[in-house]
């Protein structure tokens, strides 16, 4: 979704799928209504157990809700954003008992791209320990991910920063990786081009370059990142197209791609990396990106169930069963594109979903803001 607020073709649901679906059910259980000065962009369940969720509010900064009982959450605590610049808190990973915000307005590309990490050892107090920003730079954040002793930051037109957050007190710059904006189109209009979606998996980042495709870069050596792989979906091309998340599981990559739906790749081997299917409901690129119900923007994935949560703007949340990955299948859906309301993020642990929603006007309209807490059952 873009920060203003082998033909593969439509596929269409196979029977035993479906039938698979048949039982599935998702019910709302409550929701946290926000503001349009103070939207959730995403959120996470706590990832040791306890009965939190943690919430990037964007302009309110982070904020902490009690859900043991999830017909009731509590707003228990909130970090401001005056404590790390007044930058906007866009996206959160939690590694261990540290939080990890990417900050920065990405909206109005006047912010600057940054970092602030969150000892919520005892949650209904998290301490806020320490921040980090790219000197002079603009462009906000879109994502962070944590693994060992290293962040990896998706800085938008900043590309990929590495940082050592050893001294989780002295955050410290490793590398800045800005990948080539001259793929997949050979005139790309350059603020196009964000570092918005990324997994880490051992030495590999899995990054979605917004216009620019799927990149996948080596950090072996962190000082000094390599792309190793990319791809872009050749229908797509002359076509505007915005790859906005992912989430991998052994060689398969599933991205969410916008008014384009989900496609899924296999990247085993990052140097040719090809099509496996494509789910693709309202013909891209033949409709419209204004027009479309569809906006795909943040993806989910339980594997034991075999099932893809993705947020999809004005349709809500689209459930499809990838069960077979040459063919995957809407399963559910929650929502719906004639309520006036349009999500940006989602989220899942164990049985529950968590769903943020947008003010917007373009590409959709959306009259209401806030947090939508659902659970679900008899998924297989």
Known sequence: MKSVLITLGVLI?????????????????SQITAACTAIPLTMQHDQQGLPYLYVANKEAGLKVY???DIKKPKLIAAISTKSFASLHVTNLTQDGNYLYLAIGNHFNNKQASGMAIVNITDPVKPVFISYWTLANSSGGSGIVKVQGSYAYLGAMGNGLIILDITDKKKIKFVSQFVPDIN???????????????????????????????????NTKDKANPVEIGRYSNPVMNGKPRAYNNIVVENDLAYIAVDY????????????????????????????????????????????????????TGKSDLDIINVSDPANPVLCKEF????????????????????????????????????IKLLTYSNCQ
Not at 13 to 29: D, L, V
Not at 266 to 292: H, L, R
Not at 293 to 302: D, F, G, K, Q, T
């Open 66 to 68: 009690n859900i043991t």
């Open 335 to 370: 929502g719906g594109p004639n309520n006036n309301m349009g999500t940006w993020g989602v989220s899942i642990y164990k049985d529950k979903v968590f769903l943020s929603y947008t003010c917007a006007i373009i590409p959709f309209a959306s009259n209401w803001t806030g």
């Open 183 to 217: 793929y997949p189109d050979p005139k790309p209009k350059k603020s196009l081009f964000n570092a918005r979606g990324m997994q880490v998996k051992d030495d590999l980042v899995y990054l979605c370059y917004d216009a620019g495709g799927l990149r996948i870069i």
């Open 13 to 29: 649901s196979m029977p035993g799928m479906a039938q698979r679906c048949s039982q599935f059910s998702i019910t709302q259980q």
């Open 260 to 311: 384009c739906g989900m496609e899924i790749l296999n990247i085993k081997d990052p140097a040719s990396i090809s099509a496996v299917g494509w789910w693709n409901p309202y013909g891209c690129p033949t409709n419209n990106w204004f027009t479309s119900p569809v906006h795909a923007n943040e993806i989910a994935y339980n594997k034991d169930c075999n099932l893809i949560f993705l947020s």
